[in-house]
């Protein structure tokens, strides 16, 4: 159980492009879901809050119109990197929160994001 | 003072060594604790959460609670070569009731063959 999708795997593309990325729970409601970008060799860093319905909370530092969060339902929720350039390549993590209290989150596969 | 701390590493064992992972938490009202692996150029990967003081037992693998003592610690019984990875502490930020975690740097494991 605690499945979670992410698509695409890996992403090139030409700078100014706008990339999307899905993040799915396939077996459970996720009320939550999670934003995340590490770069080599460094830990993780949250980008923002998706609740299912509201707008997303971004941590500082972080462009809210750089980068859109989309949670339209309680098992997707998207990120887009709007006008993409190559310090924007990373790799971009999420993860899902079920709807019970003190569930651990699950994480998808990630995103691997190559802005030439 | 970092709110959740480990030790970089590397920490090395050799195969089928137990191997000792340690972290501490700064704030007393946090209530959730995980666990996470995460191979080099993966996500990380849920290995065990826990939320009681006491051990919590999975397999080869023990989690132990010190909520006094504000530490979490993760055991690995007959270390394989393919535990060698980082393993990253987690934290529910108390102070978030989004579930927000916060991560220490995590700590490399080398198990050598």
């Known amino acids: 159980g605690a499945v979670v999708s992410q698509h695409p795997s890996w992403v090139i593309c030409k700078s100014g492009t706008s990339v999307k990325i899905e993040c799915r729970s396939l077996d459970f409601q996720a009320t939550t879901m999670f934003w995340y970008r590490q770069f080599p060799k460094q830990s993780l860093m949250l980008m923002a809050t998706s609740n299912e319905g509201s707008k997303a909370t971004y941590e500082q530092g972080v462009e809210k119109d750089k980068f859109l969060i989309n949670h339209a339902s309680l098992t997707l929720s998207t990120l887009t990197v709007t006008s993409a350039h190559p310090e924007d390549s990373s790799f971009y993590i999420c993860s899902a929160l079920g709807t019970q209290g003190h569930q651990p989150q699950h994480f998808g596969d990630g995103t691997r994001l190559s802005i030439l | 003072q970092k709110e959740v701390e480990q030790n970089s590493g590397p920490l090395s064992v050799p195969e089928g060594a137990i191997a000792s992972l340690n972290c501490t938490y700064s704030?007393?009202?946090?209530?959730?604790f995980f666990w996470y692996r995460q191979y080099s150029g993966k996500s990380p990967e849920l290995i065990m959460f826990i939320y009681s003081n006491g051990d919590k037992e999975d397999g080869r693998f023990t989690a132990q609670l010190n909520k006094a003592s504000q530490y979490v610690s993760l055991l690995i019984r007959d270390s394989q070569p393919s535990d060698s990875a980082t393993y990253l502490c987690?934290?529910?930020?108390?102070?978030?009731?989004?579930?927000?975690?916060?991560f220490g740097q995590g700590t490399t494991l080398q198990v050598k063959p």
């Open positions: 987690a934290v529910y930020d108390p102070r978030s009731n989004t579930g927000k975690l916060i």
């Open positions: 704030d007393r009202g946090s209530q959730s």
